[in-house]
């Protein structure tokens, strides 16, 4: 059987780096979108090419993508991990890297998909619907965007068989991070602490979502979010604070109180 081709948006780096290994390993071609060169552990990848491309110059973008579908074959996924992380305007960058290019590449691949699976995979963050106030208001609206241009082309796509889905991580530890943390012992403890499945999340879990996405074992599943997050956000953040501070709510102290009595 033929493997199947996928194009990682952002695959060079960080989470994107792990998805691309987690799908060479999993038998997958794989190429791969950036502006700068891989490191040597996607260069050695065995069926992995890279091309450089600024996703926000939409014509060299175009370019670039029917040159790989000619040398390469036609996709079955099309996963995209690219953030704004420029000096430039924030708002403008956000926009341009995280929307329009994501819309501009939908767009020209959508007839472009071989037979079998075929699935977009989106990576947004659980800041489509939580706000950290230290990233800005464009990362915000993007990730909100992104989830809800998923469930249009979700619909729009489905009768040609395309499912389209995100993933929306947590913070998770990517090999660029893993000594902010380990620097950081106290606040370590405090995420871990926080979170119901009691840890930090890696960069290689996220990508095995990605994997079940774009996979036959995920083939009715279309227009969904899925958050990688061991539970963090689920939880009441009032709840959280009396569980760090360990302050009993009020119910709680009175029952203590009556019992005492
Ligand atoms: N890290 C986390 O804990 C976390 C949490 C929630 C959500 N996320 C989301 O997960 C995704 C990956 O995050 P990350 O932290 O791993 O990102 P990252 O390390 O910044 O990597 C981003 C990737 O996109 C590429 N890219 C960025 N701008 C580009 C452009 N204009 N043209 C072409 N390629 C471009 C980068 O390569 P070049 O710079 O070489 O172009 C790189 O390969 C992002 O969508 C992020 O919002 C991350």
Redesign the pocket.
């Known amino acids: 059987m033929k493997a199947p081709h996928s194009l990682i948006?952002?695959?060079?780096?960080?989470?994107?780096r792990e998805v691309t290994c987690c799908l060479a390993a999993k038998g997958h071609q794989v190429s791969i979108?950036?502006?700068?060169l891989p490191g040597n552990t996607v260069k050695r990848l065995p069926r992995s090419r890279y091309w450089s491309?600024?996703?926000?110059d939409a014509a060299l973008l175009a370019k670039t993508f029917m040159e790989i579908v000619e040398k390469r074959g036609k996709i079955n996924n099309l996963i995209?991990?690219?953030?704004?992380?420029g000096d430039s305007d924030a708002w403008q960058g956000e926009m341009d890297?995280?929307l329009t290019?994501t819309k501009n590449l939908v767009e020209l691949a959508a007839d472009r998909f071989a037979p079998g699976e075929k699935s977009i995979v989106i990576?947004?963050?659980?800041?489509a619907s939580l706000i950290v106030p230290y990233l800005p208001v464009g990362?915000h609206a993007a990730?909100a965007a992104l989830c809800q241009m998923v469930r249009y082309w979700a619909v729009l796509l489905g009768p040609r068989g395309i499912r389209v889905n995100s993933v929306?991580?947590?913070?998770?530890l990517?090999e660029?991070?893993k000594a902010y943390f380990l620097d950081n012992p106290k606040l370590s403890a405090l995420y871990c602490r926080m979170t119901p499945l009691g840890r930090i999340g890696r960069?290689s879990e996220v990508a095995e979502v990605v994997a079940f996405l774009c996979g036959a074992q995920s083939s009715f599943v279309t227009g969904q979010d899925i958050v990688v997050d061991g539970g963090l956000s689920l939880q009441w953040q009032e709840s959280l604070v009396r569980e760090m501070l360990r302050v009993p709510n009020e119910g709680a102290a009175k029952a203590k109180k009556r019992n005492k009595s």
């Open positions: 948006v952002g695959g060079t780096r960080g989470i994107g979108l950036a502006r700068r491309v600024d996703l926000t995209f991990l690219q953030r704004y992380r890297t995280s290019a990576i947004s963050s659980i800041n990362y990730k929306s991580p947590g913070t998770v990517k660029e991070s960069a």
